[in-house]
Each structure stands twice: as C-alpha cells, then as structure tokens.
C-alpha cells in the first residue's frame, strides 16, 4: 500500500472510555509506522495534553484545539487564535452570568477563577487537575482555545453574541470555545498540502461532534461504535465499540493490518 495520512482522534478513539490506550491500538500504531504511513492524532485537546501519548506512539504530527494549531514531525505549520477583544468581551459576558473560563494556549491552561466544581468535574473526567487560576492568562499571547463552563442549553445566549466563535459542547457543563469555522478538518487540510498529499491518501477516526467536519472531509473515514448519531451518520465505515478493539477491527477492513 501507499503512503497514507491516518489522523486518530483520542477520547473514545484511541483511548477506552477509561483512558486507556489498549495494547492491541498501540501495535497497530506501531505496523500502520513500520509501513511508512504518517501517522498523526486530530484532536479537542490542547498539545499539552497529550504529550505523554504522542511520545508513546512515537507520534510528531497532529491536528490540536479542533484544528487550531497544527504540527508537523514538531513545528508549527499552522496557528489560529481566538480573537483578542471578543474574548475578553465573552469572559466578561460569562463573569456576569457566573460562568468560569479557562484560558489555554499550546503550552498551559489557566482558570479564571480560584477554583469552581464545573471546571473540576469536566477536567477530572479527561484526567486533569484543576487548572491554577490566573485571570489575565489571555493578555499577550495567543490563546487557541477557551473552555466555557455552564449547563447544556446556557450556551445559545453566547453563540447569539459572538459571532467570532463556534461553542462545541463536549460535556454536561463544559463547552469549547473555537474560531468560528474551525474544524479538525481545516488542520488536516493544512498537513494535506504541506506533504503534497490529496484526499484520497487521507483516513480519518473519531467518535464525537467534533469530529463529523473530518469524517465528511474524506471518503475513508471510520466512525467507533460508541460514536454520537452525527458522527455515525458522517462516516463512511462504521466500526465496533472502542472497548472492543474497534480501531484495530477497522485498520483490518481496511486492509492496513492483517
């Protein structure tokens, strides 16, 4: 086979619904590299989040803050940040309604608050610790993406307000803050052109919302069986539950492993 661009998502795609990376995902990893195929993570999460794994994996190229900054074999190809004024309008906006930020940039993360049970209960269920607060964390660098914690359904006032944003809700109380009209898919496309690669050499992987504008991107995209309706409705193949070996079952339909 020829080379090809493999763009995993992690919660629910590379890692088990206990944050896990099973054994049999990372041997697969580890042929899909052996073959000489790019191997790259397209991921909600900031660089600094998943460090650890990409160094288990040996992994150097991904697609972070759901598209936002973008790495290739370790530099930067492509960086987009929140608008500065809009921000810092929105935190003023959810101070107001009593709804805490967190700030992160590619290297940390900052609250906008000493501490608040929203922040600790969504984070915690990714594995993180409260962020420490800094409530200017946003003045002088680029900051790629920002999380707004609320309930489901008291983030339509913010998107009505802010044009300048997308909010993608990825728990109870805790919503993404992006770009407006940024997706994983943008970042892809970014690495696409870099490597001189077209869509046919690209197969994407997810399970959650904010995976559906990569899993219309290509025709060789892979939905888990424990994936949202729109996601399963986006792809092109749908596999099994990420608990039950599901990447691997789908790099087999595809002829990447055996």
């Given amino acids: 086979m020829e080379q090809k661009l493999l763009f995993f998502d992690i919660d629910g795609t ?7 990376l099973p054994a049999s995902t990372e041997a697969a990893v580890a042929e899909l590299k052996r073959q000489g195929h790019y191997v790259a993570i397209a991921t909600g999460r900031a660089p ?13 190229t991904f697609v972070s803050f759901n598209g936002s900054y973008v790495e290739l074999e370790n530099e930067a190809i492509y960086k987009r940040s929140l608008n500065a004024s809009e921000l810092k309008r929105l ?12 700030y992160l940039d590619h ?31 946003l003045e002088g ?3 790629y ?3 707004l914690f609320c309930a489901e359904g008291e983030e339509q006032p913010y998107e009505d307000k802010f044009d300048a944003f997308d909010f993608i809700r990825w728990h109870e109380v805790s919503t993404d803050v992006l770009p407006s009209g940024g997706s994983k898919a943008i970042g892809i ?14 197969y994407v992987f997810g399970d959650g919302p904010n995976d559906v504008e990569m899993l219309e991107f290509t025709k060789n995209s892979v939905a888990m069986g424990n994936s949202v309706p729109q996601a399963l409705e986006a792809a092109a193949i749908q596999t099994s539950h990420v608990n039950d070996d599901g990447l691997v079952k789908a790099l087999r339909q595809l002829g990447f492993i055996k």
């Fill in 91 to 102: 935190t003023a906006h959810a101070e107001e309604n009593d709804h805490p930020v967190v």
């Fill in 145 to 147: 993406q920002t999380l």
């Fill in 14 to 20: 590379l890692l088990d619904e206990n944050k896990q």
């Fill in 48 to 60: 600094f989040m998943f460090a650890e794994l990409r160094e288990k994996l040996g992994i150097d």
């Fill in 189 to 202: 496309e970014a690495l696409m052109n870099r490597l001189g690669a077209s869509k046919e050499d690209v």
């Fill in 141 to 143: 660098r680029s900051i």
């Fill in 107 to 137: 290297r940390d993360m900052k609250a906008n608050v000493p501490h608040h049970p929203h922040i600790e209960k969504s984070l915690g269920s990714l594995k993180f610790d409260h962020p420490e607060f800094d409530e200017s964390y």
